[in-house]
């Protein structure tokens, strides 16, 4: 975004994951959703886009921005990598993590509902030191670190956005909640590392009552909260929320440099919009690579800025396609580095495995 992870000496091997096959017909279900959306957006895209100008525009786009483009984003998946380094308390090389990663940002360029974070931790859990419930109890701490800065960056751009239109206005009113938001999540995962005790014996008590494995389960949510607990370390928490605001940054530029390329003159603001609600598109929709949501995002965001949508989509068609065969050709290289292969994580059953043991 390698030198391989070395086990304790006379520590037993690290448990992974029982792989039942995924049938054909549960598999195809999984794509039915992402694959109606993205249908939808098409349709929706021939009637409401003009065609000649949307070509007119990529064929026009211009080369150094989208180099520019091109080298954030390199930038960013280093910051990344460092940022998950400290997280993780160098437990994981940074090479293995670099692979790593790679290898989530490619499953997650081509699977919906983010199994690349999944596929990260399958990744690890047989070469890193650390167990499988804990490193992807630290994969989930990131993703919710990530989150955060990149809220925090929007709730400190919204005061100077002047909005324009319907939703804009909206979206200005509803900085409250975002903020409100903020602290709940916050107040959550204090709550979540003090009370760990009492949550562990709510756990028991209501999964005594199913027919599901209670110590796995018990020991995974253990494991999250063991990984929130990093967060109110000051000296990891304080370096990783600074990685992560770094890597945003990176990200609100790959964004700019794309805007330029269609020769917009975009606003710093802007990007950080297209950015931050395209975070917010993604979770609402996972779509693969968030191919429709993207698109969409980027088109309603830009409205609020008077930029046209052939203009608008141009940008996100070529940010988004560099960026993701980026990711793909990354992530090729690296689960050849790591031997890693996608049937890993196509024959696990969601159902059976929450997550590397």
């Given amino acids: 975004?390698?030198?391989?992870?070395?086990?304790?000496?006379?520590?037993?091997?690290?448990?992974?994951?029982?792989?039942?096959?995924?049938?054909?017909?549960?598999?195809?279900?999984?794509?039915?959703?992402?694959?109606?959306?993205?249908?939808?957006?098409?349709?929706?895209?021939?009637?409401?886009?003009?065609?000649?100008?949307?070509?007119?525009?990529?064929?026009?786009?211009?080369?150094?921005?989208?180099?520019?483009?091109?080298?954030?984003?390199?930038?960013?998946?280093?910051?990344?990598?460092?940022?998950?380094?400290?997280?993780?308390?160098?437990?994981?090389?940074?090479?293995?993590?670099?692979?790593?990663?790679?290898?989530?940002?490619?499953?997650?360029?081509?699977?919906?509902?983010?199994?690349?974070?999944?596929?990260?931790?399958?990744?690890?859990?047989?070469?890193?030191?650390?167990?499988?419930?804990?490193?992807?109890?630290?994969i989930l701490v990131d993703r919710l670190l990530g989150l955060l800065s990149i809220l925090t960056i929007f709730l400190a751009t919204l005061p100077g956005f002047s909005p324009h239109g319907a939703a804009a206005v909206g979206l200005v009113q509803s900085g409250s909640s975002y903020l409100l938001a903020f602290g709940a999540i916050v107040s959550l995962m204090l709550l979540a590392t003090l009370l760990e005790e009492r949550l562990v014996a709510l756990a028991r008590a209501v999964l005594s009552r199913?027919?599901?494995?209670?110590?796995?389960?018990?020991?995974?949510?253990?494991?999250?909260?063991?990984?929130?607990?990093?967060?109110?370390?000051?000296?990891?928490?304080?370096?990783?929320?600074?990685?992560?605001?770094?890597?945003?940054?990176?990200?609100?530029?790959l964004n700019y440099w794309g805007m330029r390329s269609v020769s917009m003159e975009p606003t710093m603001t802007a990007a950080v919009f297209v950015t931050f609600l395209t975070v917010v598109g993604i979770m609402l929709v996972p779509t693969p690579s968030g191919l429709g949501t993207v698109h969409g995002a980027s088109v309603l965001v830009l409205s609020m800025f008077g930029v046209g949508a052939e203009q608008a989509l141009a940008f996100a068609i070529l940010a988004h396609a560099l960026v993701t065969m980026t990711n793909i050709g990354l992530g090729l290289l690296s689960a050849r580095r790591m031997d890693f292969h996608l049937g890993r994580v196509l024959e696990t059953k969601a159902k059976g495995s929450a997550g590397p043991a």
């Fill in 210 to 253: 199913l027919p599901l494995p209670v110590e796995s389960i018990v020991e995974r949510l253990r494991a999250g909260i063991n990984g929130l607990r990093v967060l109110f370390h000051l000296r990891t928490s304080l370096p990783a929320f600074a990685l992560a605001l770094s890597t945003w940054g990176c990200i609100i530029a």
């Fill in 1 to 138: 975004m390698a030198e391989p992870g070395a086990q304790h000496a006379g520590a037993p091997t690290t448990p992974t994951l029982a792989t039942p096959r995924l049938a054909p017909a549960a598999l195809a279900k999984k794509f039915i959703f992402p694959a109606l959306l993205v249908a939808a957006l098409l349709g929706v895209a021939f009637f409401v886009i003009d065609m000649r100008r949307l070509g007119a525009l990529l064929l026009q786009a211009r080369l150094w921005p989208l180099a520019a483009l091109l080298a954030c984003h390199l930038a960013s998946l280093l910051l990344h990598t460092l940022r998950q380094h400290v997280l993780m308390r160098r437990a994981v090389p940074l090479g293995e993590l670099f692979h790593a990663n790679n290898i989530c940002n490619m499953v997650n360029s081509v699977l919906p509902f983010r199994a690349g974070e999944f596929a990260m931790a399958l990744a690890l859990s047989r070469r890193a030191s650390l167990r499988g419930t804990e490193i992807l109890s630290m």
